[in-house]
């Protein structure tokens, strides 16, 4: 799985909009270059690396570190996100009690482009901005991102299927769901497909 990928499936787990995600994931792909990747070396040199570029000893890199001792969690892509998350929603003496709320408010409200544009200048506070770069990135995203995996849950769920009968074979079942015998291997996880147990359903297309 690609950082982006996990990057995105992380923050909608922490209960980010789509428009949110992109906003953040804008940012965040300025910061890494677009390579997603928590241990991102500053170009050029400089202190700053991670996902979000946390300097090293400066307030938010110290309070991270904090973080990262209560929770008895190591530097990571996830812990990086769920510290963001976290000093944001629950602790935000850093990043600064209005700051959160006006952040809060624009994750829950606001475009793509209002986050991206808000997140850098309450969370992200870069030397130099290159908002519209990051502004640009979360356009893009917000009608790019890969489909939201409880929504694709949600169509498997739909999916109809077939209950097995005495004498079925795949091949039968394929004829009669009008589904291809690599997409009912594929939908249902066949790891033998000479074995098929009868009742057990099958999700077809």
């Known amino acids: 799985m690609s950082n982006k990928k996990k ?26 270059g677009g390579t997603y990747d928590y241990k991102q070396k500053q170009y050029g040199g400089g202190k700053g690396r991670g996902l979000f570029q946390m300097e090293v000893g400066n307030a938010v890199s110290k309070d991270y570190v904090k ?16 510290y963001m998350h976290h ?46 770069k990051r502004v640009e990135v979360a356009k893009t995203l917000s009608t790019g991102l890969e489909e939201d995996p409880i929504e694709e849950a949600i169509k498997t769920v739909k999916r109809p299927s077939y209950e097995v009968q005495s004498k079925d074979t795949l091949s039968s079942i394929s004829r009669k769901t009008g589904t291809t015998l690599e997409e009912l291997i594929s939908l249902n ?10 009742g057990t359903k099958l999700l077809y297309k």
């Open 87 to 132: 000093s944001i929603y629950k602790d935000p003496e850093v990043v600064g009690h209005g700051n959160a709320k006006k952040l809060r408010n624009v994750f829950e409200g606001g475009t793509a482009e209002e986050v991206a544009e808000l997140f850098m200048s309450k969370w992200e506070k870069p030397g130099i901005p290159h908002l519209e």
């Open 67 to 82: 973080f990262l001792n209560a929770s008895d969690k190591k530097d990571s892509l996830d812990s990086q996100l769920e």
């Open 189 to 198: 996880d066949i790891k033998d497909p000479h074995v098929i147990q009868v």
């Open 7 to 32: 990057v995105y499936n992380k923050l909608k787990g922490l209960g980010f909009s789509t428009a949110a995600t992109a906003g953040i994931m804008g940012n965040i792909a300025i910061e890494t």
